[in-house]
């Protein structure tokens, strides 16, 4: 129970990855952290790309970074949807602000590039979106897991260990 007292935002929108939504909130439940569910006020329950679905805890506009340790995004296609909501986009840029932890994989770097957080940061995602990160200002690295000061990220949901124990030991430090 290394996480206890810790509370998580997962972001969650349709068609998110399965693997990587339900994967880091187990992870993350079984070492004593609070995860929330946060959707972006669409639905209370979105169904991923397998078929597997979420009910949703909170709506975006009902939160505030303040109350939170870490915000990670799935990836799959939720991404696309999500980074359309200026209050994600405002979450994101609170996160950022007070120097709490972010965390995505795959396609979720597209959330971050539409909050404008990304110059400077050295990632990595899936490759499909390799052009949109460099163009955002943010250096690509092709690794399972960068750590870069409060962002980590990872490529796809082959890299979820890797991305897990980065997320866990950042939280637990």
Same mark, same amino acid.
Request: positive net charge.
């Given at each position: 129970?290394?996480?206890?007292?810790?509370?998580?935002?997962?972001?969650? +929108?349709?068609? *998110?990855?399965? #693997? +990587?939504?339900? *994967?880091?909130?187990?992870?993350?439940?079984?070492?004593?952290?609070?995860?929330?569910?946060?959707?972006?006020?669409?639905?209370? #329950?979105?169904?991923? @790309?397998?078929?597997?679905?979420?009910?949703?805890? $909170?709506?975006?506009?009902?939160?505030?970074? $303040?109350?939170?340790?870490?915000?990670?995004?799935?990836?799959?296609?939720?991404?696309? @949807? #999500?980074?359309?909501? +200026?209050?994600?986009?405002?979450?994101?840029?609170?996160?950022?602000?007070?120097?709490?932890?972010?965390?995505?994989?795959?396609?979720?770097?597209?959330?971050?590039?539409?909050?404008?957080? #990304?110059?400077?940061?050295?990632?990595?995602?899936?490759?499909?979106?390799?052009?949109?990160?460099?163009?955002?200002?943010?250096?690509?690295?092709?690794? +399972?897991?960068?750590?870069?000061?409060?962002?980590?990220?990872?490529?796809?949901?082959?890299?979820?260990?890797?991305?897990?124990?980065?997320?866990?030991? *950042?939280?637990?430090?």
């Amino acid at each position: 129970m290394k996480l206890k007292g810790k509370r998580a935002i997962m972001l969650a +929108e349709e068609n *998110y990855d399965d #693997l +990587e939504l339900w *994967y880091p909130v187990l992870r993350l439940r079984e070492d004593g952290c609070e995860v929330v569910i946060v959707g972006s006020g669409s639905s209370k #329950l979105y169904t991923g @790309k397998y078929k597997t679905t979420v009910n949703i805890d $909170k709506n975006v506009d009902e939160i505030s970074a $303040k109350e939170f340790d870490v915000l990670l995004v799935p990836g799959g296609w939720a991404p696309d @949807k #999500l980074r359309r909501y +200026e209050s994600v986009k405002r979450l994101v840029r609170d996160f950022m602000a007070q120097g709490k932890l972010i965390a995505t994989i795959c396609h979720g770097g597209w959330v971050f590039i539409s909050a404008g957080i #990304l110059k400077g940061f050295r990632m990595t995602c899936v490759n499909a979106i390799i052009d949109d990160i460099k163009n955002a200002g943010a250096e690509y690295v092709d690794k +399972e897991v960068v750590v870069d000061r409060n962002l980590i990220t990872s490529r796809t949901p082959k890299d979820l260990p890797a991305f897990m124990r980065e997320i866990i030991k *950042y939280l637990s430090n």
